[in-house]
């Protein structure tokens, strides 16, 4: 049965540090690339991040590169998003997804964990 379950999430001052970890089973977790997205109240989902399968490459939306990294243990079947400088704008529920790298069509989700920046 596939899993994804994310953790890390909490209420955190502006300025702060958050890490939220995803971890997978039931897959090949070495054959996905995963995402981090987020769904601010109000709004709709958002892409955040992605690491490609071998970890060798990432990506970031515009607002909140420089901030966050992702990075992923192959061998823990985990992956991870550390968000730096946090703004209250950050405040969202933050998923994971997984999707496979032959494709796209197969990808999974968790039920995300919500981060609120707020002091």
């Known amino acids: 049965q596939v899993q994804l379950v994310e953790s890390g999430g909490g209420l955190v001052q502006p300025g702060g540090s958050l890490r939220l970890s995803c971890a997978a089973s039931?897959?090949?977790?070495?054959?996905?690339?995963m995402n981090w997205y987020r769904q601010a109240p109000g709004k709709e989902r958002e892409w955040v991040a992605l690491?490609?399968?071998?970890?060798?490459?990432?990506n970031y939306a515009d607002s909140v590169k420089g901030r966050f990294t992702i990075s992923r243990d192959n061998a823990k079947r985990t992956v991870y998003l550390q968000m730096n400088s946090l703004k209250p704008e950050d405040t969202a529920v933050y998923y994971c997804?997984?999707?496979?790298?032959?494709?796209?069509?197969?990808?999974?989700w968790g039920k995300g964990t919500l981060v609120t920046v707020s002091s």
């Open positions: 997804n997984a999707r496979n790298i032959k494709s796209a069509l197969i990808n999974y």
């Open positions: 039931g897959f090949t977790f070495s054959t996905y690339t």
């Open positions: 690491i490609t399968d071998t970890g060798g490459s990432t």
